[in-house]
């Protein structure tokens, strides 16, 4: 077990290595980078991105752990004559039938939806009358250093009180990365877009009223303690373009329909079945 667990931690380092670098063999089975990413996949239904970077290592090697044991197990029952057992023969045909008719199904189901069209013309009517799903609020990009005492924020704004431009980016970036305590600061402070009330009120009313590539000449005092803003980038309130979202409406009216088609199309079939 010990040699194992030596094994599944050498195997983590390589976890950034292409899909298909074997991370371990059971047996001569290959287990597979892709192979652990799949079931990373699976098992956080599609997710494992959002997972917080300090427990997807972790994570990886629970999963490697889990494939290996099902490997492990598996052999056995080939080896104990699992295979070819009543038990195993009646609940594999059962399983087949099982996926025969979902997999029936769902090619049922797609040869409908795609026989559903949506004209161009029914698309652009839909923008033309809902053009306010399609409204992109104001939304600003911004840094901040987030520090514990006023002080300490008046330091920081005077230490880039002389500079402009490329020159004030970078050394808000160097001080967000030495001297904030917030979350952000590992990656200079960078808050990203986002739109009018996902700040809190303080920190809301000062970004949105500030200059693109300036920095607040006075700490911002929120709950979470003082802060220095620096304005990175602006984009003002729009509608987005028919093209941009033609594709996304096209599913939605496709989607609608399907469901009438299914609705009328299940009417006909309970009409045509002998359901006692």
């Known amino acids: 077990m010990k040699k194992m667990s030596k094994i599944v931690s050498a195997l983590l380092l390589v976890s950034t290595m292409a899909a298909a670098q074997t991370l371990v063999t059971v047996n001569g089975k290959a287990i597979t980078q892709k192979d652990v990413d799949s079931a990373l996949m699976n098992a956080t239904q599609g997710r494992f991105n959002q997972v917080p970077e300090d427990k997807q290592a972790e994570f990886r090697k629970q999963v490697l752990e889990q494939l290996i044991a099902k ?84 330091a920081i704004i005077a230490d880039m009180k002389s500079l ?42 000062k970004v949105f009223s500030m200059d693109i590539g300036s920095i607040t000449t006075e700490p911002v005092k929120t709950q979470f303690g003082f802060h220095v803003i620096y304005l990175e980038d602006k984009k003002s309130e729009k509608v987005r373009a028919f093209s941009e979202v033609k594709e996304f409406i096209e599913q939605r009216l496709k989607l609608e329909k399907f469901k009438t088609v299914m609705k009328t199309k299940m009417e006909t079939l309970q009409k045509q079945a002998t359901i006692k």
């Open 71 to 154: 490997e492990l197990v598996y052999e056995d029952a080939k080896k104990t004559g699992i295979l070819k057992s009543k038990d195993f023969t009646d609940e594999y045909v059962k399983a087949q039938e099982r996926v025969k008719e979902d997999l029936a199904i769902q090619v049922w189901q797609k040869r409908e939806l795609d026989k559903v069209k949506v004209s161009d013309k029914e698309a652009e009517d839909y923008y033309n009358k809902n053009k306010e799903e399609f409204n992109e609020k104001e939304s600003v990009h911004a840094r901040h250093i987030l520090v514990k005492t006023e002080d300490e924020a008046k």
């Open 164 to 205: 402009k431009g490329d020159a004030l980016k970078d050394k808000f970036i160097e001080l967000a990365k030495t001297k904030s305590t917030g979350p952000s600061g590992p990656k200079g402070g960078d808050l990203g877009f986002f739109t009018k009330g996902q700040m809190v009120p303080e920190f809301n009313d």
